[in-house]
């Protein structure tokens, strides 16, 4: 066999072989946005289904965690399987709170974690993919929440409206400026 007939055949096949690869990212990105929608319990929109797709993507979303009377209460960000919560730094909101405590995590979060950890026992989720959350609290106020692996769109806007619902209770309850506004 010639050498030029050999550099011929080796240029077609990484041709072929680079072809493969870019139709198996695209397959593995499309078998990923199928498992998310599988995971829903209803159906969604064509609006809802591109929302997901840009959340693969990584590109991360922005909400504002606003009290009925427009007192802004907190930021809330999602980015592919992340929840990060950072409350109003001008305002104190004790990790110890009622509101806080038993609802919030007590009731919500840890009853989510139960739920994900029983479908490990079942065999029904990888122990890899069970929620999780850390709070960064320095003397008990809270400066941020990041919730890791929370699942579906459902547990998403859950999370989403017991958070603002939990802000407005403790801010409405006993509120006092922070260290911040103190000195301003």
């Known amino acids: ?7 011929d055949l080796k240029a077609y096949l990484e041709e072929e072989i680079e ?16 498992d998310e929608l599988l995971m829903q ?8 289904v591109a929302e997901v797709m840009e959340k693969k993507e990584g590109e991360e979303e922005v909400f504002e965690i606003v009290s009925k009377d ?12 992340v929840i990060s919560i950072k409350p109003n730094p001008d305002y104190e909101f004790s990790v110890r709170s009622p509101p806080f405590a038993s609802f919030f995590i007590g009731k919500i979060l840890s009853s989510m974690v139960a739920a994900d950890e029983e479908l490990v026992k079942e ?8 929620m999780k959350f850390k709070m960064k609290a320095p003397n008990d106020i809270l400066e941020e929440i990041v919730i890791r692996n929370y699942g579906d769109k459902s547990r998403e806007e859950e999370i989403k409206n017991t958070i603002r619902w939990t802000l407005e209770k403790i801010y409405q ?4 400026p922070s260290k911040k506004q103190k000195k301003t």
């Open 173 to 176: 309850q006993d509120q006092k």
């Open 19 to 34: 072809k493969r690869k870019e139709k198996l990212e695209r397959f593995k990105k499309f078998l990923g946005i199928v």
């Open 41 to 48: 319990e209803s159906f969604k929109t064509a609006a809802e």
């Open 70 to 81: 427009g007192v802004l209460l907190g930021e809330l960000y999602i980015q592919k399987n």
């Open 1 to 7: 066999m010639d050498v030029e007939a050999l550099a």
């Open 123 to 130: 065999k029904k989720l990888d122990e890899k993919k069970v």
